[in-house]
């Protein structure tokens, strides 16, 4: 990876797609997004199965190369390569969270995880639809009491000769009415042990037994969240996701169930979108006439800008990184959850700040303004919530050995780092300082 100013770190795919950026934003263009979340504001679940436009859109994607950024070559792919994965959201993002969430979740987290624990024929079949854009999907993790404790879900899937029966509730499945499969997260096993006996199921929306109930959010409208009901849903046994070896798995960050790459997908189009908003505070701080001067010479609003720029800056080397380390192979736990812990904050951030500096016309609807702070405000609720970030960092990194708050016993399988062995006792006492500062 190498480091070029004003231009991402470029990989082979993040440099093709510089040059593909133009028809990128026309494919995301903000009146597609505006069109797209009006058509779906509001309805029945029968209405929101109207796809055709995001089909559309996933085939000019596919069209450009990116929907197979995640494939590799022998299943139809353009490589695996995550930075330029990360590249193409955050671009998407610039535009659209209505374009860019439906292609995180095909994409980013269901063709890097069949790559990591599908079978062979799974990955033959499914990979190869996912890189010609032909393939949507939603994720079902999320349950009325597994929100960050995702090893508290309890929807079963039973086997039944080559079946698997399902039953349960998601919630906050966004995407569900529109995909091909839900990709779900279910109990196989028994609960007696925590993290174990989880598999990953596609379950297809239109199955008999499957209710999808849409649900009104603030923001996120063009992929629009809803809760599936599951009552005796019955399918194929080869749907599980690895097969007999996807049954009663681990759920762990680091390894395992949970691709360790999928986690470095999550964070980009909080850069992406936040990114386009502080160009466009940019060009109205130039435009924007007030007391006889354009309000960018005014020094409040020059340092907001260049507060914004650097926090921008700062997100995009924290993701590059994270995203770099996952296409190496190498273990990256930590840097994914700082990832995805300060992304949405710089987002959230400059999505306030921006409006402060549109004034009243970032307070008003009908202007994007209104609809980005509602896009940012979700960003460090998804994705498991700011403060399991938190604890992540802190249990993955050698911070907890240095307090002895890990039990390497029971804890070593989902470090994702392999400690050395300490204990409390033998940490050294931090240095004191004396009265002049010196030690
Ligand atoms: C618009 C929208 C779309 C969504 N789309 C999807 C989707 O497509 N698929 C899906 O599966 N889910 C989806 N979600 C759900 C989302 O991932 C969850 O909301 C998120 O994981 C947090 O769960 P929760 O809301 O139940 O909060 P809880 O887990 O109940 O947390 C509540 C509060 O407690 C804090 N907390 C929880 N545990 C800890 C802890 N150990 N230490 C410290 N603090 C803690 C949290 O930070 C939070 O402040 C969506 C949510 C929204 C709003």
Redesign the pocket.
């Known amino acids: 990876m190498h480091f070029e100013r004003s231009a991402p770190p470029s990989s082979r795919d993040a440099e093709l797609l510089t040059n593909s950026w133009t028809s990128l934003n026309r494919t995301a263009s903000a009146s597609y997004a505006a069109r797209w979340s009006a058509s779906l504001r509001g309805k029945c679940p029968g209405s929101l199965r109207r796809n055709g436009t995001r089909k559309i859109t996933f085939a000019e994607l596919a069209a450009l190369g990116v929907m197979g950024l995640t494939v590799p070559e022998k299943y139809g792919g353009a490589s695996r390569d995550i930075l330029g994965t990360m590249v193409v959201i955050e671009e998407l993002s610039r535009r659209s969270l209505a374009v860019a969430v439906p292609y995180i979740m095909a994409a980013s987290y269901a063709g890097m995880n069949l790559v990591e624990c599908a079978t062979e024929d799974q990955k033959r079949e499914l990979l190869a639809r996912v890189a010609s854009g032909s393939l949507m999907f939603?994720?079902?993790?999320?349950e009325p009491n597994a929100?960050?404790?995702l090893a508290s879900v309890t929807t079963r899937a039973k086997r039944v000769q080559d079946k698997v029966r399902i039953n349960g509730t998601k919630r906050?499945?966004?995407?569900a009415a529109i995909a091909d499969y839900i990709y779900a997260l279910v109990r196989t096993g028994p609960k007696d042990v925590r993290y174990k006996n989880l598999s990953l199921i596609l379950v297809p929306p239109t199955a008999v037994g499957i209710t999808i109930t849409p649900i009104e959010?603030l923001g996120?409208k063009g992929a629009a969240?809803t809760d599936v009901t599951v009552v005796d849903v019955e399918v194929p046994f080869t749907n599980v996701i690895g097969a007999e070896a996807g049954l009663e798995q681990w759920l762990v960050d680091g390894d395992g169930l949970w691709a360790r790459c999928g986690e470095a997908g999550g964070r980009r189009h909080g850069s992406g979108h936040s990114r386009r908003r502080a160009e466009d505070a940019w060009s109205y701080a130039l435009e924007r006439v007030q007391f006889g001067k354009a309000i960018s010479n005014y020094q409040s609003i020059q340092h907001k800008l260049a507060e914004m720029k650097t926090q921008l800056h700062a997100a995009r080397l924290v993701l590059y990184h994270a995203a770099w380390l996952a296409n190496q192979h190498q273990r990256c736990g930590v840097e994914t959850s700082m990832a995805k812990l300060f992304a949405p904050e710089v987002a959230k951030s400059v999505a306030l700040e921006c409006q402060t500096i549109f004034g009243a016309y970032g307070y008003v609807k009908n202007f994007d303004s209104e609809r980005d702070v509602r896009g940012a405000l979700?960003l460090p609720?998804?994705?498991?919530?700011?403060?399991?970030q938190r604890?992540n960092i802190f249990k993955w990194s050698k911070l907890a050995a240095w307090h002895g708050a890990i039990d390497f016993e029971t804890e070593r399988h989902d470090a994702g780092w392999i400690p050395a062995r300490r204990t409390a006792r033998s940490c050294r006492a931090p240095h004191r300082s004396n009265h002049d500062g010196s030690r």
Request: proline share 0%.
């Open positions: 939603a994720y079902g993790w999320t929100g960050a404790d906050f499945c966004s995407g959010s996120m969240t979700l609720i998804i994705e498991r919530s700011w403060a399991v604890n």
